[in-house]
């Protein structure tokens, strides 16, 4: 049974940091291409950071030079680093898992909230 758990949301004041983990079981985790989605209310899901299987990166431009995405493959583990945050970024952060690329996604975690607010 494949699993991706996500952890590390919260509640944090506008130019603060946050890092989220998802933790992966039950894949391969070293050979799938991971990233981060998120979703505001009343919105669609929009990738934010992927990273391949063999550790290239790709960010969104509303987050450029503020998030970095990085990946342990010997804990099971994708992260992404979140500095500079705006109320803008307030949203479920979601990590998903694709075999073939990162942009088809074979596996959901279930999302952590992030809320970036005064």
Do not use: H
Request: some cysteine.
């Amino acid at each position: 049974q494949v699993q991706l758990v996500e952890s590390g949301g919260g509640l944090v004041q506008p130019g603060g940091s946050l890092r989220l983990s998802c933790a992966a079981s039950g894949i391969i985790f070293s050979v799938y291409n991971m990233g981060w989605y998120r979703q505001a209310p009343g919105k669609q899901r929009d990738l934010v950071a992927t990273i391949t299987s063999a550790g290239r990166t790709n960010y969104a431009d509303s987050v450029k030079g503020r998030f970095t995405i990085s990946r342990d493959n010997a804990k099971n583990t994708v992260y992404l680093q979140m500095n500079s945050l705006k109320p803008e970024d307030t949203a479920v952060y979601y990590c998903g898992a694709g075999r073939r690329t990162v942009y088809v996604v074979d596996y959901w975690g279930q999302g952590t909230q992030v809320t970036v607010s005064s």
